[in-house]
C-alpha cells in the first residue's frame, strides 16, 4: 500500500454497512439488511481478499482492530469469527473491538473467545421514550439484557450514551448514566443528539438551544467524573486502564487500514490518506479502489491541531516540533496568550484543554487554526 510505514504500528478497520433499519438520527452510510442478505457473502469474500492481501504485505500483527457499522451484530457469530480470523492471522491485536447493537447481542457472542477483547453497544438510553424519539431499534428491555450479560462476560466493554434530547431533562441524562453505570463498563462514550441533514429525525423535532445543549453536557460530564470516570477525549469517559486503543490511534494520527464502503486509510507520517472511491456496498462489490492524497504540511498541522486539542493528554510540543520542524510556542503562543486561562493548562511539554476548554472546544480550535 502506497506510503505504508512497514516499521510502526498499523491497526485496522473493518466496516459492516447493515442495519435492521437506520436510525432516524443517523447520517453514516447504511443499508438495509434485509436488502443485501443475498449480497452478504461476498461482500464478506470481499472483505477477506483485501484483508488476507495486506496481512502479506503487513506480515505482523496489527495493533487494533475495530469492526464497526452499521451494525455487525446483525452477520452473527459465524460470520464474525471469519472476519476475525482473517484478520488476526498474523498474530493477536493489543485490542479488538466489535460494535453491535443490544437487540442483536447474546450468549453466542462468547464463542468468540480471544477473537475480541471489547464490546461497544449502543445503548443511547434507558427509557423507551428517548429511544422512540431518537428512533431506535431497540428498547429498555433489550438494553437491561444486554447489560446484563456484558456485566458478567470476559470482555472490557463501552456504552454509548446520547444526551440532549428534545423532551427530556439533564435529570433524565443523569438516570441514564447512573444506570447504566451500576453495571460497570470500564468506558463510556457520551454525546449530544446531533442533527444532520437528510435525516428523518430534522423533520421531526429542533434541537435545544446550545446553552440548554451545554448544561446537559456539564450535567453528565460531572456526573461521570464522579462515579470514577476519567474524561480523556471529549465525548469519551473510563476507568483507569480501559481507554479505547483504537480511536487513539486516530486522535494520536496512527497509520491505520480501512476496507469496506467509504472506508478512510492513514498511513506514513507524511499522511497519506486514501478514501474509498466506493462509496456503496454495490460500487465496492464491484471495484474496491482507494484513491490516494498527500496531505500538505498546512493540512497535517491542522488536522494534528484538531485531533490533539479533543484529547485530554492534548498537544505534545516535542511531538509537534519533530512533525513541523516549528515549536508549537512559536507558532501558536500570541494567539494561546489572548485566551482565557481556565480553558487550558500550557507548560513546556504540553498544552492541553481544560473541562471549561473542551465545552469551548470548537471556538478554541478556530482561534488557534485560524491563524494557520
Not at 461497544?120 to 431499534?137: A, P, T
Not at 439533564?170 to 462514550?189: F, K, Q, R
Not at 507524511?270 to 492524497?293: F, G, Q, W
Request: overall charge negative.
Amino acid at each position: 500500500m502506497e506510503g505504508l510505514d512497514y516499521s510502526r504500528p498499523l491497526s485496522l478497520y473493518i466496516h459492516v454497512p447493515f442495519c435492521e433499519r437506520k436510525c432516524d438520527y443517523c447520517a453514516f452510510y447504511s443499508v438495509p439488511y434485509c436488502r443485501y442478505e443475498e449480497k452478504t457473502e461476498r461482500y464478506i469474500d470481499m472483505l477477506l481478499g483485501e484483508i488476507d492481501a495486506l496481512n502479506r504485505d503487513y506480515k505482523k500483527a496489527y495493533k487494533t482492530i475495530f469492526i464497526g457499522g452499521g451494525n455487525p451484530g446483525i452477520l452473527g457469530v459465524e460470520n464474525l469469527r471469519r472476519i476475525l480470523l482473517k484478520a488476526s492471522e498474523n498474530g493477536m491485536a493489543e485490542e479488538t473491538t466489535i460494535e453491535i447493537n443490544p437487540e442483536n447481542l447474546d450468549e453466542s457472542i462468547l464463542s468468540l473467545g480471544n477473537l475480541i477483547t471489547r464490546i461497544s453497544i449502543g445503548i443511547q438510553s434507558m427509557s423507551d421514550k428517548s429511544l422512540r424519539i431518537l428512533g431506535r431499534n431497540s428498547d429498555r428491555e433489550n438494553n437491561l439484557r444486554a447489560l446484563s450479560l456484558l456485566s458478567s462476560s470476559p470482555y472490557r466493554w463501552n456504552a454509548d450514551i446520547i444526551t440532549a434530547i428534545p423532551g427530556t431533562s439533564p435529570e433524565d441524562t443523569l438516570s441514564d448514566i447512573e444506570e447504566i453505570a451500576s453495571y460497570n463498563p470500564g468506558h463510556i462514550s457520551f454525546y449530544c443528539l446531533t442533527f444532520e441533514e437528510n435525516t428523518p429525525l430534522v423533520k421531526r423535532i429542533k434541537p435545544l438551544d446550545s446553552d440548554t445543549e451545554a448544561d446537559f453536557l456539564e450535567k453528565g460530564w460531572e456526573k461521570l467524573r464522579s462515579l470514577g470516570y476519567e474524561h480523556y477525549e471529549v465525548s469519551n469517559f473510563a476507568k483507569k486502564g480501559a481507554r479505547c486503543r483504537h480511536n487513539e490511534v486516530y486522535w494520536h494520527l496512527g497509520q491505520y487500514v480501512g476496507f469496506g464502503p467509504g472506508a478512510e486509510s492513514s498511513v506514513g507520517y507524511e499522511r497519506i490518506i486514501s478514501m474509498r472511491d466506493s462509496e456503496t456496498v454495490d460500487e465496492y462489490l464491484k471495484r474496491p479502489v482507494m484513491t490516494c492524497s498527500r496531505l500538505s504540511k498546512e493540512e497535517s498541522e491542522e488536522e494534528f491541531m484538531l485531533v490533539s486539542l479533543r484529547t485530554s493528554d492534548g498537544i505534545d510540543k516535542n511531538e509537534f516540533g519533530k512533525r513541523f520542524s516549528h515549536s508549537f510556542d512559536f507558532r501558536y503562543g500570541d494567539a494561546v496568550k489572548t485566551m482565557n486561562e481556565e480553558f487550558y493548562i500550557d507548560d513546556n511539554e504540553h498544552f492541553a484543554l481544560t473541562e471549561k476548554g473542551f465545552m469551548m472546544l470548537d471556538w478554541v480550535i478556530l482561534h488557534l487554526v485560524a491563524g494557520i
